[in-house]
């Protein structure tokens, strides 16, 4: 078995002019630059700021989300619309305004009974104590024993 230094002895060894001509002939075909250009390519480039990175990344990122989010929430509202549509139902903008319409008629209707009617509204309310000590007093009246016996003469109730 031949060792490693006889085995790298017998490759053929390249020379210079076959060298730079492979090296020619794989170079990128570019335009000549002037020597000033040539020398500032060999320096490094500073970093790009932190504006340009977000130019770069975070503002698409930003434009992506706000612009899927409004195209999510106008599918989904047009979605809604339509089952709504096709349901029968109607939106809360239309309902409201039928509710309005139902009050303003009612209290149309109660201004035009209380006009007619001479509506006291400073008349006292009788408390269930009194209304039930009425309502005894009536009972007594009607059940005298004179009137009693009245109805009873006339087979009245």
Avoid at 23 to 41: G, I, L, M
Avoid at 73 to 79: C, I, L, N, P
Avoid at 86 to 109: F, H, T
């Amino acid at each position: 078995m031949a060792t490693s230094k006889e085995s790298h002895a017998k490759r053929p060894v390249a020379t210079d002019s076959q060298l730079r001509s492979f090296q020619e002939h794989y170079k990128f075909t570019s335009k000549k630059r002037p020597a000033a250009a040539a020398a500032s390519s060999s320096i490094v480039q500073a970093a790009p700021t932190s504006f340009h990175i977000f130019v770069r990344a975070g503002l698409p990122l930003i434009i992506f989300a706000v612009g899927s989010s409004y195209v999510l929430k106008s599918a989904v509202e047009g979605k809604n619309t339509e089952r709504d549509k096709s349901r029968g139902l109607i939106s809360k903008s239309e309902r409201q305004a039928r509710l309005d319409a139902e009050r303003d008629d009612m209290v149309e209707k109660l201004n035009k009974k209380m006009k007619m009617q001479d509506f006291d509204n400073t008349k006292r309310i009788e408390r269930p104590e009194e209304i039930l000590e009425r309502r005894m007093k009536e009972r007594e009246e009607r059940n005298r024993w004179y009137k009693r016996s009245w109805r009873w003469v006339t087979g009245q109730s």
